[in-house]
């Protein structure tokens, strides 16, 4: 019997390639290759690594997810707001006496960390954590590296060595140390910027960065940089990255958390960037298959002695740009790397650092999604007060508080919209069957004594006490003597414990008032949960009905009354807490009618 062996996404993806590709992923790779170079020398010394750690992402990483990862089109590599992460978390690593391995070692430690925690989220199926950090949260998030990774260059461009943290510290120990500005290097720095920019205005054939490397290396060969006292590269180590498993005495603690950080915020905006690019190309991404690659990748980046990686925005456009086809682009791109370690290290070690400061403050501005941030304004005002609360994170509380920040507003924004559940009174529109929302059905009128309420999300501890207060102030104005109040629970997903017992207490305070509490349409598992905690035998089984219409039936077969003969009631307002957009209105009307 054959042996049925599991191929890898690579030679899946190659099904039905036709040869007439290979010269577009040729073409690609080396573009790739071009477009990448720079960013590969430059972001490495936001973790203040050496700059061929950042070729060395630029190639085992490129080969893993060539490999392994679903995609077709996207480019991993390095990336800016995941290099910040990085920087703050060996910047904690190393503050701790207990840190004794080199940066190097420490930063493919975390790589395969990082590694790790996207195969273990793969094979629990995890994927949906791309989504837990939302785009308002990260596009304020991504803004507020942007400004750390701004001021990060003052020392690249001035020649100053800052030592403050956050935004306006640093821009004021600059003013103090002007005199210390070395001129040449600013001036220099300033020219290169605007080379970036003239070259993104007129949308140059040729990279901007890749202009800049280029021009920047030819004037320092000719004019002598480095002897003019302008910091250059310096030695890049010749050869290609070997197989290493790093080992070193890192505390475990501060490992893991910050792998952690590193993960969630590289793969959630790898999953952005891949959603992105799928778009154009017209494919879907599975956030759970991209585990798998990214996984893969980072785990080739720390045995070959590098950092983190995630999905490249920079590289994969340039791939769609000039249409690569497959990963063969990924594969020509890393060869081509490959081929600029083994012979043109001696050309690159010339490189102005001021240059690379340059195309990070470039890099770091085209971070910052105005156009988003407007978007979120006009779409959510209170979404766009998380996206601010984000972006000060990074800069108020540094990189690493900055993600916790981020996380932390994503919970409380959750909480805020599932903590006032909306609920809405239902009644019946004579001759018709089937119950009505009041405030849509103008015609729509409550049943006497038969108080029917929908509430529209789950129960839960932190909005059981809201819910309470509600169904209390609709329950107080029932007509006597004939009470029941009726909970539709079809839009009620979950039941927890804390809720579970708030509905046995309100089916207890109602009884007193000779009104009984009574639930239909509960999905399984809430009805499992009120089983399981003795509420359904509290009320009583008789009151838990399939359908609304179900117990309206049981209602009337007990006090001998007819829908048809309905008038209607008052709607209460709710005053002490905050108010539904269902119910609670002004004048007799629903919030969300006063809204429409």
């Known amino acids: 019997m054959p042996l049925n062996l599991p191929r890898l996404p690579l030679l899946e993806n190659l099904g039905g390639y036709r040869v007439d590709w290979l010269r577009n992923d040729v073409s690609a790779g080396v573009a790739i290759a071009a477009v990448g170079l720079p960013s590969a020398i430059a972001y490495p010394a936001i973790a203040g690594l050496p700059p061929e750690t950042g070729l060395y992402a630029s190639i085992t990483p490129l080969i893993a997810y060539a490999l392994f990862g679903p995609s077709r089109q996207l480019i991993v590599g390095p990336d800016a707001a995941s290099m910040t992460v990085l920087a703050a978390v060996l910047a904690t690593m190393f503050a701790t006496p207990a840190s004794m391995a080199d940066r190097v070692t420490a930063a493919a430690l975390l790589a395969l960390i990082v590694g790790i925690l996207c195969l273990v989220a793969r094979l629990v199926r995890l994927g949906v954590l791309a989504n837990f950090l939302s785009r308002p949260i990260l596009t304020g998030f991504f803004a507020g590296i942007s400004l750390s990774i701004l001021v990060g260059q003052i020392k690249r461009v001035t020649g100053v060595d800052i030592e403050s943290d956050g935004l306006i510290a640093p821009l004021l120990d600059l003013l103090r140390q002007a005199g210390s500005i070395h001129w040449p290097t600013l001036v220099f720095a300033l020219a290169c910027f605007a080379l970036l920019q003239i070259a993104r205005i007129y949308r140059s054939p040729v990279p901007g960065p890749v202009i ?67 778009a154009l190309g017209g494919y879907r991404v599975d956030p759970n298959r991209e585990l ?69 403050a470039a890099t770091a501005l085209s971070l910052i999604d105005i156009e988003g941030l407007k978007r979120i304004w006009h779409v959510n005002r209170i979404e766009f007060v998380f996206a601010l609360i ?149 009320i009583g089984p008789d009151m838990v009905f399939e359908g609304i219409e179900d117990a309206l039936d049981a209602y009337e077969a007990r006090f001998g009354m007819t829908a048809s003969n309905a008038q209607p009631i008052a709607v209460p307002i709710v005053t002490d807490s905050q108010p539904s957009l269902e119910t609670g209105g002004k004048n007799g009307k629903t919030r969300r009618q006063e809204k429409e």
């Open 212 to 278: 800049v490397v280029f021009v920047a290396v030819l004037l320092s060969f000719l004019f002598d940089f480095e002897g003019r006292g302008m910091a250059v590269v310096g030695n890049i180590p010749e050869g290609l990255p070997s197989f290493v498993v790093p080992h070193g005495a890192v505390p475990i603690d501060v490992l893991l958390t910050g792998g952690a950080a590193i993960f969630l915020v590289s793969f959630g905006s790898g999953v952005i960037a891949a959603r992105s690019f799928a």
């Open 292 to 360: 798998t690659g990214f996984g893969a990748a980072n785990i080739a980046a720390g045995l070959f002695g590098t950092f983190p990686v995630t999905a490249s925005d920079s590289r994969t456009a340039v791939n769609f740009a000039v249409g690569g086809r497959s990963q063969i682009a990924s594969l020509v791109a890393a060869a081509t790397l490959m081929a600029v370690l083994l012979f043109l290290g001696e050309v690159l070690r010339i490189l102005p650092i001021a240059a690379l400061g340059a195309i990070l």
């Open 390 to 538: 984000a972006l000060w994170g990074p800069i108020g509380l540094g990189v690493l508080n900055g993600v916790v920040i981020a996380i932390a507003a994503t919970l409380i924004y959750l909480l805020l919209q599932t903590m006032y559940p909306h609920d809405a009174l239902l009644g019946k529109i004579p001759g018709r069957d089937g119950f009505y929302k009041l405030h849509r059905a103008p015609q729509a009128q409550p049943v006497p004594g038969f108080g029917a309420c929908m509430i529209q999300d789950s129960l839960l501890f932190y909005n059981a006490d809201y819910v309470r207060a509600r169904l209390e102030a609709i329950a107080e104005e029932l007509p006597a003597p004939r009470r029941w109040l009726m909970i539709d629970a079809s839009a009620i997903p979950q039941i927890d414990s804390t809720a579970a017992d708030m509905l046995g207490e309100l089916s207890d305070e109602l009884k007193t008032q000779g009104i009984a509490l009574g639930l239909a349409e509960l999905h399984t598992d809430a009805r499992a949960i009120l089983e399981r905690a003795g509420i359904i035998e509290k």
